[in-house]
């Protein structure tokens, strides 16, 4: 048996090493611009934050992607909100992936019902929606990660019909997938991760 290691890389702002999962990797576009490498793939030294609001906040203010980068950076304030916004919209279009995939099931009884089998890996609950509906699924779900981050609206659009509350995740691939996205945005929107 092979120990394999996460890949890990270092915060620039509070210098931790952490899995890549929990981190956020920057590129420097060719005209000096910092960006976001959500899905880790544009060329050039990777720069890694910690995927909180407060890290990005600060490394933008106090220069710290010049100082990574060797090199004169332009990182606008707006860099914040466009990263929380990409990882909402990732959290999202995966959400609609494992739907059109028959990965996703929405609406509190098909939820209860699923929640009953082996399959469900993830629930999740409209953040504005009602608590005591959350709670009796958050009961049945045992100790599945529950992701009450996006709203009715959100959610009602990513799996396109109406008024989507609650809905589940079997497991696979997306579920991964939506777990690693969404506990990345929950350091942008001051909430639990799952």
């Given at each position: 048996m092979s120990d394999h290691k996460a890949p890990e890389r270092k915060c620039i702002v509070s210098g931790e090493v952490r899995d890549k999962k929990d981190l956020i990797r920057f590129a420097i576009s060719p005209d000096g611009h910092v960006v976001p490498d959500l899905a880790e793939n544009l060329p050039g030294r990777g720069i890694w934050l910690s995927a909180r609001r407060e890290v990005l906040t600060e490394a933008v203010a106090r220069g710290r992607f010049a100082r990574a980068a060797k090199a004169k950076v332009k990182a606008d304030a707006a860099l914040v909100d466009d990263v929380a916004g990409q990882l909402a919209q990732r959290g999202l279009e995966t959400l609609g992936l494992a739907r059109r995939a028959g990965h996703l099931v929405a609406g509190f009884e098909k939820v209860r019902g699923v929640l009953g089998g082996e399959n469900a890996a993830v629930l999740i609950a409209a953040s504005d929606g009602a608590a005591d509906g959350r709670e009796k699924l958050s009961r049945l779900a045992g100790g599945l990660p529950l992701v009450s981050l996006f709203s009715v609206e959100e959610l009602s659009l990513a799996l396109g019909r109406e008024?989507?509350?609650?809905?589940?995740?079997?497991?696979g691939g997306l579920a991964d997938r939506f777990l690693m996205e969404t506990n990345r945005l929950a350091g942008?929107?001051?909430?639990?991760?799952?």
């Open positions: 008024n989507v509350v609650h809905a589940a995740l079997t497991s942008f929107r001051d909430q639990p991760g799952p």
